[in-house]
């Protein structure tokens, strides 16, 4: 069953998904990140430019070197080569969320994006998916 964590409290979304995907990268894990039509471009130019001495290897998850890249992005439910860990930047809950072993939902500081975090919350926790709780303010 998927573990579930929430980053909650994250003052810039696209920042934060940088340095996380980051992190996973390094680790030698692959990922699949989920954000919206209108922020996935922005998320891959945040990945070229949040670091001048990073290179975090990625493309969109129907592009012909995903199978061979460890950075996945995409906007909706797609087929990918792997199934470790998906990292959820988009308020919607991905319908595709149980194929992976862990999802990290990260939701921002504004009221709307909480909002929507506690209905997924809600969700994952009445299916009886284990739920762990990160608030970055106290970080």
Known sequence: MT??????NAP???????????KIY????RVLVHTT???????????????????IPHVQASD????????????????????????NLSCDMPAFFSRF???IEVVGSDEQDRA???ERWRFYKDRGYA???????NA
Request: charged share 25%.
């Open 116 to 118: 929507q975090a506690r």
């Open 131 to 137: 739920l762990t709780s990160h608030d970055l303010a």
């Open 64 to 87: 012909p070197l995903a199978p061979q890249t460890p950075v996945l992005l995409c906007s909706e439910a797609c087929d990918t080569p792997h199934i470790d860990l998906l990292v």
């Open 101 to 103: 072993e862990r999802l």
């Open 12 to 22: 810039d979304k696209l920042q934060y998904g940088s340095r996380l995907v980051r």
């Open 37 to 55: 039509p209108e922020m996935i471009e922005q998320f891959d130019q945040t990945l070229w430019t949040f670091s001048a001495l990073d290179f």
């Open 26 to 29: 390094r680790s030698g894990q």
């Open 3 to 8: 573990r579930v964590d929430f980053h909650f």
